[in-house]
């Protein structure tokens, strides 16, 4: 039976304003909705994690089953978030099901149209051909007075804050060390 948008909306307003009365009548839902995530988790391994979205590290715990993830949500043992995410920290597990997702290295060749698949491996050596070359061209060892200064203008490093600091440690001395000076983070808390 097709439903027009009208129909439907009608119909959805009266269950809400049925379940509204009820709430006002003092029904709490909060045990029917504390046995329904129960009952969605009850079998699943809980493995604390960290929101990968920005510098705070609000805690979550993963949910997984047979190695699939079924839920992630805030960490109430968390001394800083307490259990609560914001908005995009709350759509993780939405993000890591998304059938859109990029699960696959794509390249598009200088002239082409389409996208292909590549490897990772070749992915990863075609990266640092490219900064290599774009070193070499643009390396300058001396200013024209003389001034010494190692470096390249040509390459941009952008750091993350969801970056551990180990990790952003190293991506630091790896450009500084390549002679780039145009080294971001935004992480800023």
């Known amino acids: 039976m097709a439903l027009s948008r009208r129909e439907f909306v009608q119909a959805s307003a009266g269950a809400g304003t049925a379940l509204g ?23 699943a391994k809980a493995t604390p994690s960290v929101c ?38 709350a759509a993780i597990y939405q993000l890591h099901k998304n059938p859109n997702r990029a699960t696959k290295v794509l390249h ?7 996208w292909e698949e590549v490897d990772l491996d070749w992915a990863m050596d075609r990266v640092a051909e490219l900064v290599q070359r774009t070193r070499d ?18 390459i941009f490093s952008l750091g993350g804050a969801t970056l551990d600091n180990e990790w952003n440690h190293l991506q630091q001395k790896l450009m500084r060390g390549l002679g780039i000076v145009a080294i971001e983070n935004q992480a800023r808390i």
């Open 108 to 114: 598009r060749r200088p002239g082409a149209t389409e």
């Open 21 to 43: 009365s009820l709430v006002g009548l003092g029904l709490s839902l909060k045990p029917a909705t504390a046995r329904a995530q129960t009952l969605r988790i009850q079998e």
């Open 52 to 89: 990968p979205y920005c510098s705070v590290g609000c805690a979550t715990i993963v949910h997984t089953i047979e190695g699939e993830i079924v839920n992630i949500e805030g960490d109430p043992r968390s001394p800083h978030n307490e259990g609560c995410l914001c908005p995009k920290g």
């Open 137 to 154: 061209e643009t390396f300058v060892e001396r200013l024209s007075d003389g001034t010494l200064v190692n470096h390249t203008t040509a």
